[in-house]
């Protein structure tokens, strides 16, 4: 699909690891809809993944900068605001990370240096990233601003450990920030609360398989994918949706409101005990 949303925009996006990365799909949407940007990513992320293909085929510059630093913050916007030649209209936050998680601690036996490590990378970074762009007055007039949460925020899954609250704050930050970057720009900020997608930040969740059967049963749509995460991602950076800020918004094929389906249902009755 071209239908040239984005035409002559220009934007930041964070997160691209690889071809299966939320970021990856987004930039190469937006790259369709004729947005230009520049990619970023933590620098150890850019030595390990393969970021310069999507840069080459997006005709985009790649810029490193670890999103919990303030001082990468400032060189990315500042730069990209030369690179792109002018004010930035969309950013993409699409960064998580919990070390309790990679290193199998439960959420009730946390080592709390990584927890506020996870904080960091998965939550303030967003509010760095706000704060970043605020301090340079780096977004034009009606600008957007996305990140990316999972509905372990508001409901218990159980091994997404520290994971759920570093969501809730995420999600907290986009109302806050909405709220002040709305008054003074119009800049608009959300976060999209997106299905389980196989992405290596998704397969890093134990039991990930069976979270991702689990709502894909119950979503009357069935699960989203990364490339339908990123078309919707495309709508929030379009002019179509301009009054839409501070919201956390469901894309997950219903799963959010759902109770039981004739599926789930039918896979219990079978394999419950008499
Ligand atoms: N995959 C899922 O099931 C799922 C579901 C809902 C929400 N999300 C969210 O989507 C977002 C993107 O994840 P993904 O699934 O595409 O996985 P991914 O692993 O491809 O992306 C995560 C990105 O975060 C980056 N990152 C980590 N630390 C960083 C730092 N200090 N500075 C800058 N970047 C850093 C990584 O390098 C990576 O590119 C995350 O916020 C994730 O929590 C994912």
Not at 212 to 217: E, P, V
Not at 252 to 270: A, I, K, T, V
């Amino acid at each position: 699909m071209n239908n040239n949303l984005l035409k002559g925009k220009r934007g930041i996006i964070f997160g691209a690891l690889d071809d299966k990365s939320i970021a990856w799909k987004v930039a190469e949407h937006a790259h369709r809809e004729g947005a230009k940007f520049v990619l970023t990513n933590a620098p150890i992320a850019l030595r390990m993944g393969t970021i310069d293909k999507l840069a080459e085929a997006t005709n985009s510059k790649v810029i490193p900068a670890d999103a919990t630093n303030m001082d990468d913050l400032d060189h990315l916007f500042t730069e990209s605001m030369k690179v792109l030649d002018g004010k930035i209209d969309f950013v993409l936050h699409s960064i998580g990370m919990s070390v309790n998680v990679r290193k199998g601690n439960p959420y009730y036996n946390q080592n709390y240096d990584f927890t506020i490590k996870g904080l960091d990378v998965s939550a303030l970074s967003f509010h760095k990233v706000m704060q970043a762009a605020w301090n340079l007055d780096a977004m034009n007039e009606w600008g957007s601003i996305v990140g990316l949460s999972y509905i372990a925020a508001q409901r218990v899954f159980h091994t997404y450990n520290d994971m759920a609250d570093n969501k809730a704050v995420l999600e907290s930050i986009a109302r806050s920030f909405g709220y002040h970057y709305g008054v003074r720009r119009n800049v608009r900020v959300n976060t999209i609360s997106q299905s389980p997608t196989l992405t290596t930040a998704g397969s890093g969740v134990k039991g990930f398989d069976v979270f991702y059967r689990y709502s894909d049963d119950l979503a009357p749509l069935g699960n989203a994918d990364a490339e339908e995460c990123a078309a919707y991602t495309i709508t929030l950076f379009s002019d179509y949706t301009k009054k839409v800020t501070m919201q956390n918004l469901f894309h997950d094929g219903g799963f959010s409101f759902m109770g039981m389906s004739e599926e789930s249902m039918s896979n219990y009755l079978n394999s419950s005990k008499k």
